[in-house]
């Protein structure tokens, strides 16, 4: 087969597999590899799990797609397990994360329209990664996203991530013009950018002291990747708005944005939808990925092999010539080396039977399921270690 007739927006390895099962993948010669990007932190329950398998095959059987012209009840129940699990109160499906964004977007818009508010703006951070629709594009930052698409989408402010004095400095500039802040926890694309201690706490202050929606995108850091169920329970704060997908499908396309039931509100009949978004597979299959998390104790999991993890990759090499930092939260861990190397992942996956990610260049990015197991937190370690020697 060739990529002719493909559009060349990427860039894919000379590797392709036709089988998953757990952490483990096999291509087309049959090798087995070690999945350490779980195609980009989505399939966190592994791939493959019987019980996923079941549902889906289940489902599929029964009932795939009526519409939202009817109500669903493997939606309903999506929602309610959501909400119990995040503290939030409503939720709406979408099929993808920048369709979650935009989602959250819509609903700043509102609040800032209902707030009185003629032209209200965004805050937004360095480095961002929020998707790839014209909105969320916008709401990006970096110009390997944004080249050649102007003109966006404005009403956008950007400040430096964790940077609380500059916050307030946009603050007293455009203050009563803002409506919402948009920010990821952990900023995964841009090379797993953790905030300072006590950043996203002093935000949520800042955004009830202004009135502003405090919005969250935990499209990658959600579903227990790091080792919660959401990375904001971390920092004891609950925000006002929050966007899931990648691992709460684990596969099935499926995007949620959470809100706050007076945020929630915002939306009326006919404010919002989509044909696909909160179909009965995709939120059977949601509600599967969290009974197994919860069953299979995997925020547990992904918290304990996580920090043996980031504890092994430091042993081995802290002080190593081409490592700069190593850095994470649960099994969202980047190893930043100190000049771009080409093909990282090729090797990888050639001469060690590891698969990685290498995100802007000169960070490898760390994405395993959250089933790992010691054994193969061992493997990773030594499989990264020869790869820099
Ligand atoms: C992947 C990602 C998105 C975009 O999700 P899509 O499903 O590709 O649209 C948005 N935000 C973050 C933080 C992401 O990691």
Known sequence: MTAACLMSTYQPLALSFTRGLGTRLWDQQGREYLDAVAGVAVTNVGHSHPR?????????????????LYSI?????????????????????????AEANETALKLARLHG??????QPLVVVMENAFHGRTLGTMAASDGPSVRLGFQRLPGDFIKVGFGDMQALEAIT????????????????????????????????????????????LDEIQTGIGRTGAWFAF??????????????????????????????????????????????????????????????????????????EHLLARLRMELDGHPHVRAIRGKGL????????????????AAQEHGL??????????????PLTLERKEVEMIVRAITRLLD
């Open 332 to 347: 969202m861990v980047g190893i930043e080396l100190a000049s771009p190397y080409r093909h990282l992942a090729q090797r």
């Open 172 to 215: 007293a500039q455009f203050g009563t013009r803002i409506a919402a802040v948009l920010l990821e926890p952990i900023q995964g694309e841009s090379g797993v950018l953790v905030t300072p201690a006590g950043y996203l706490k002093a935000l949520r202050d800042h955004c009830t002291r202004h009135g502003w929606l405090m919005m």
């Open 73 to 97: 009840d493997w939606q309903q129940r999506l929602a309610q397990r959501l909400a119990q699990l995040s503290g939030l109160d409503r939720a709406f499906f979408n099929n993808s994360g």
């Open 233 to 306: 329970q971390h920092e004891g704060i609950l925000p006002d708005v929050m966007t899931l997908a990648k691992g709460l499908g684990n596969g099935v396309p499926i995007g949620a944005c959470l809100a706050r039931a007076a945020v929630a509100e915002l939306f009326t009949p006919g404010s919002h939808g989509s044909t696909f978004g909160g179909n009965p597979l995709a939120c059977r299959v949601g509600c599967t990925v969290l009974e197994i998390i919860e069953q299979q104790g995997l925020l547990q999991n992904a918290a304990h092999q996580g």
């Open 113 to 118: 329209w209902k707030k009185g508010i003629e």
């Open 52 to 68: 996923l398998v079941a549902a889906i095959s289940e489902q599929a059987g029964l009932l795939l797609h009526t519409s939202n």
């Open 355 to 368: 698969l990685i990610n290498v995100t802007r260049g000169k960070i490898i990015r760390l994405l395993p």
